[in-house]
């Protein structure tokens, strides 16, 4: 059975509550679900594959998107700052109650997504109202697992993580970005999901 990639929150265990990838997190590039990890190529489709899928949106469209195998998440982890990721775990501690929030959720669960994603996790902002706003989700193969998240980031969420990173994370995430996302310049406002 799966278990969960945590936001600093206590470890769920096995997860039971999983459900076919819905289409709010297939890849829009390949019109279908992610088949490899966007870093090292894996196949992702494969039962115990663990990843995780981002994607960001600005005025309803698909700014960029990935989906990352846990091992390349862990590297990609290391590489940062221990100061910023001790400030991003803070960041969540402060704003969102991850626990209660899954309680509160899992308390109405009916395998609809939909609950998750109406509103920023940070600063309940609702989804009709994000011009720009990014969601996440962990995968297991071709199901997608209900664990703290999926979840939606605001952009102005996002702002705030962003102030929080130290130069050296920035640029491990700008390099990401650049390698794996083919953004352009402009583009490059956004930090891929580091918890
Ligand atoms: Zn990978």
Redesign the pocket.
């Known amino acids: 059975m799966p278990r969960s990639a945590n936001m600093d929150a206590p470890d769920l265990g096995p997860i039971d509550e999983y459900i076919p990838i819905p289409e709010e997190f297939w890849s829009f590039a390949d019109d279908g679900p992610f088949q490899k ?6 196949p992702l489709l494969e039962e115990g594959k663990l ?1 995780l899928i981002e994607k960001a949106f600005k005025n309803s469209e698909v700014v960029f998107e990935y989906a ?2 846990i ?3 862990q590297n990609l982890r290391q590489d940062l700052s221990a100061q910023s990721l001790r400030l991003i775990d803070h960041y969540f501690d402060e704003h969102v109650d991850l626990v209660k929030r899954r309680q509160r959720l899992m308390e109405s669960y009916d395998e609809d997504i939909s609950p998750w994603l109406s509103e920023c996790l940070v600063t309940g902002k609702a989804l009709d109202q994000c011009n720009e706003y990014q969601i996440m989700t962990l995968c297991d193969g071709d199901d997608m697992l209900f664990t703290y998240i999926p979840c939606l980031l605001s952009g102005e969420a996002m702002e705030s993580i962003q102030s929080l990173l130290s130069k050296k994370t920035k640029e491990r995430l700008d390099g990401f970005v650049d390698d794996f996302l083919g953004l352009p310049p402009e583009a490059k406002i956004r930090t891929p999901y580091i918890g």
């Open positions: 990890c966007t870093v090292c190529n894996i990843y990352m195998c091992d390349c998440h």
